[in-house]
């Protein structure tokens, strides 16, 4: 079985969203054995630009004119990309909030991968899943808590961001998602909590 790992936080060794799917992940390979780990660091990955000149590849690629020698590699890097949660069984993800949301560079990753006939079709009338992915596992972790109270505007809680997420996962074709969250991450409750987060992620790897 092959598992896609997305990492979006570039905190390494101090992350605890690194830290809690790597626990989820220690404990799956216990459960599967052989299985291959695709881990695809949104920080390392060297991800092109998504701008003028990517927008460009896209349409030139769907269709099928020609590109010029820098069109043409970045739009190599999106069929990479693509190609790699096409291989995974399963996926994966560790998502911190940062200002209410995910890191930008989660974003990026969407934005070249998520093509047409890559990871969704589309027929002019209706949206389809391109892959065929029986299950996710998604790590939210955050900082603070609903404790921290707002002047002017209600919580915003995570459920936008689960919402955007699992509709995005599903949109390409998964078919369940284990989601988990951690919170409290940067204040005094800060150790226990992502202690208790990684055994509450070994114990999800075990039913996954
Ligand atoms: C740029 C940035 C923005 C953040 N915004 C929020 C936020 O809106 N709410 C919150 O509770 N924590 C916020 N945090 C704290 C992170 O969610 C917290 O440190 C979390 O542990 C980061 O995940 P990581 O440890 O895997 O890197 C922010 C951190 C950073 C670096």
């Known amino acids: 079985m092959r598992i896609l790992n997305i990492v979006t936080s570039p905190r390494r060794e101090r992350s605890a969203s690194i830290a809690i799917i790597d626990s989820f992940l220690f404990e799956y ?7 291959a780990v695709d881990t695809l660091d949104v920080w390392t990955e060297s991800l092109p630009e998504f ?5 460009g590849a896209k349409y030139k690629g769907v269709s099928g004119e020609a590109m010029t020698p820098s ?32 890191p930008y560079k989660l974003k990026q990753l969407i934005d070249l ?14 949206y ?4 065929n992915i029986d299950k996710a ?3 939210y972790v955050r900082g603070q808590s609903e404790e921290a109270g707002f002047q002017t505007v209600p919580p915003p809680g995570f459920e ?12 390409i074709g998964v078919s369940s998602i284990t ?22 992620a070994a114990e999800l790897a075990r039913q996954f």
């Not at 390979?29 to 299985?35: D, E, N, P």
């Not at 047409?116 to 002019?124: P, S, Y």
């Not at 919170?183 to 226990?192: I, S, V």
Request: aromatic residues 14%.
């Open 29 to 35: 390979q216990k459960k599967i054995k052989g299985l």
């Open 51 to 55: 701008g003028a000149e990517a927008i």
């Open 160 to 171: 936008h961001v689960t919402k955007y997420i699992e509709f995005w996962l599903h949109f």
């Open 137 to 139: 596992f998604v790590a």
């Open 113 to 126: 991968a998520c093509q047409r006939n890559m990871l969704f079709t589309f027929d002019g009338k209706e």
């Open 128 to 131: 389809g899943p391109a892959l």
């Open 179 to 200: 989601a988990m969250t951690v919170e409290h991450t940067w204040d005094g409750r800060a150790l226990d909590m992502i202690d208790e987060g990684k055994k509450q």
């Open 71 to 102: 069109e043409r590699a970045t739009w190599e890097k999106i069929r990479e990309l693509a190609s790699r949660f096409k291989k995974a069984d399963r996926i994966v993800l560790g998502i911190p909030m940062w200002n209410f949301s995910f």
